[in-house]
């Protein structure tokens, strides 16, 4: 059974990019035998997500102010392409730190 996380994705606007990085980090982490719940918002919504509902890791792909304690990741290289390994190297050790 697939081991369940959840996923801030967050854009500046908090609709398109952060649907696109939603939806790709779905694939990516299934293939790593995750199951990705993910919610998507804004930069400005990021405190006010994580004080209502518990995140695993948040992507984004705007800049955050504060990412209340969750690892937090640049996701733009899941746009662009470039860096989708090492983000998802480093999602993954976050991920195993936190006992998942």
């Known amino acids: 059974m697939a081991t ?3 996923i801030l994705s967050v854009c500046g606007s908090g609709v398109v990019t952060s649907s696109m990085v939603a939806n790709k980090l779905k ?22 997500c994580c004080s209502r509902q518990h995140f695993d ?4 792909a705007s800049p955050i102010g504060d990412n209340c304690g969750v ?4 996701a733009i290289g899941l746009i662009t392409g470039m860096g989708e390994d090492e983000f998802m190297e ?11």
């Open 4 to 6: 369940r996380i959840r």
């Open 71 to 74: 690892p937090a990741f640049n």
């Open 27 to 48: 694939d990516m982490f299934a293939e790593k035998g995750y199951d990705a719940e993910t919610v998507e918002a804004n930069s400005s919504e990021v405190e006010g």
């Open 57 to 60: 890791l948040i992507a984004y």
């Open 90 to 100: 480093e999602a993954i050790e976050a991920l195993h730190k936190a006992g998942k």
